[in-house]
């Protein structure tokens, strides 16, 4: 089992940044790619960014790219997504995946953390 756990999330006015963490513990071994999901109301989960473990790929949705940035410590087993110029439309609960593919699609991951809330105000 791998456990994730979230943090960073909060309150911004647009054109601001916010930086989120995600800790894993347990069978860390066995995880190939970590990523970034998020749900707004009433939408379904929506794939944000994704990194390899090893090697370090990273592959982002459209609406982010320039905009946010997702990173790791393997030393530290914590994935980051650093968000900037953020836009009331990036509001939504942020969620941090780990699983065995390197994959866009929130099936093909195993373990999510708890989700953590990101506002965006105009």
């Known amino acids: 089992q791998v456990q994730l756990v979230e943090s960073g999330g909060g309150l911004v006015q647009a054109g601001g940044s916010l930086r989120l963490s995600c800790a894993a513990s347990g069978r860390t071994f066995s995880i190939a790619a970590m990523g970034w999901f998020r749900q707004a109301p009433g939408k379904g989960r929506e794939f944000v960014a994704i990194?390899?473990?090893?090697?370090?790929?990273?592959r982002y949705t459209d609406s982010v790219k320039g905009r946010f940035t997702i990173s790791r410590d393997n030393a530290m087993n914590t994935v980051y997504l650093q968000m900037n110029s953020l836009k009331p439309e990036d509001t939504a609960v942020y969620f941090c995946a780990a699983g065995q593919y390197y994959s866009t699609t929130y099936a093909s991951y195993a373990y999510w953390g708890q989700g953590t809330q990101v506002t965006v105000s105009s």
């Open positions: 990194i390899a473990t090893s090697g370090g790929i990273t």
